[in-house]
């Protein structure tokens, strides 16, 4: 029997309207155009304003688009898993709340926490629903709402994040095309270098913990830096290994958009050229959950159906992975 793959039928994204650029931070702390440019290679990020506007305001727009777009009616919809770590509330989840906006009320649905990971995470998560033949059309979407946790005064943070959204479609196929393989990691002694301080049980807000600025997101960049070149490089390099593929045969690595030089770093390992390398931080800045399906979103039109794509990510706690798929569609 054809064996039943989690195959991506389709993908949208969504960002916000106003931009932050290099030039607007320049006002806001010591910093400068160049110095963002060279370290991040970012230019500019986009920011959802407006009181009352959640995570899930980007994600109600990014899987809109992805219905009408695939055709798809909201009721066939069994399973919607949405990526954040900025959620609307504590509870309920952003997935619920953007799956009462569209429409889609014949599915259960649920958050991934995995910081710049929950992308993968979810999106691995949702392919076993397929393949176990549970669900036949599965949404995750990658959304996150980073204005609400960045601390515009802290020069190290501000710089990186952006607010965004992406989402696709998951069916079943058993044409050999959909997610192939994934690999996982995560390693708890990270979150001393990357992690939110409060907000949660452990240190709930209080009039303390906002003037002490721990509502924000603190972030060691050295060690964080180096861990994500060598996890993300790991990874890919045995999911290649494992499939007895080599990087001749990727047609593109889909990496976490964090900073160019953790890109770069972890395409040379890899021996991957920056030519089959998705590339747009300069655009939207880290997006957390959302980079990889933005990428998937921008480069949909260049992937033809049967390309190996490789998605990596690395996030804070720590948390890392790799998913090699075959693209479904495209000529």
Not at 46 to 51: A, N, P, Q, S, V
Not at 228 to 248: C, F, L, T, W
Request: hydrophobic share 40%; aromatic share 8%; proline share 3%.
């Amino acid at each position: 029997m054809p064996t039943t793959r989690a195959a991506i039928t389709g993908v949208h994204a969504y960002v916000p309207e106003d931009v932050i650029t290099n030039a607007d931070l320049e006002k806001l702390v010591d910093t400068n155009d160049e110095w963002i440019r060279t370290r991040t290679g970012i230019e500019k990020r986009h920011i959802l304003k407006g009181e009352g506007r959640g995570t899930s305001v980007m994600g109600i727009e990014a899987v809109k688009g992805l219905l009408e777009k695939t055709n798809t009616d909201p009721s066939e919809i069994e399973l919607v898993i949405c990526a954040t770590v900025t959620a609307d509330m504590q509870f309920p989840d952003t997935a619920n709340i953007i799956a009462d906006e569209v429409g889609i009320k014949n599915a259960f649905c649920y958050d991934i926490n995995a910081a710049c990971s929950g992308f993968i995470y979810a999106l691995t998560t949702a392919a076993r629903f397929i393949e176990a033949g549970a669900h036949k059309k599965v949404i995750v979407v990658g959304a996150d709402k980073m204005s609400s946790i960045v601390d515009y005064t802290d020069r190290s943070t501000c710089i990186i994040f952006g607010d965004g959204a992406g989402a696709v479609l998951l069916e079943a196929s058993e044409e050999g095309n959909g997610i192939v393989d994934a690999l996982l990691k995560s390693d708890g002694a990270g979150r001393v270098y990357l992690h939110q301080k409060a907000g949660g049980s452990a240190y709930p807000a209080t009039a303390d913990t906002v003037q002490r600025r721990e509502h924000f997101v603190y972030q060691n960049g050295r060690p964080v830096f180096k861990a994500a070149v060598s996890g993300m490089a790991d990874v890919v390099g045995k999911v290649i290994e494992r499939n007895d593929i080599s990087a001749d045969d990727v047609a593109w690595l889909v990496p976490h958009q964090a900073n160019r030089r953790i890109i770069e770093s972890v395409a040379n390992m890899l021996d991957f050229p920056m030519e089959k390398v998705m590339v747009n931080i300069h655009k939207y800045g880290n997006t957390t959950a959302a980079t990889i399906p933005l990428c998937l979103w921008e480069w949909e039109d260049q992937m033809k159906k049967g390309d190996n794509v490789i998605l990596t990510a690395f996030g804070g706690g720590f948390t890392w992975g790799a998913v090699y798929l075959k693209w479904a569609y495209g000529e």
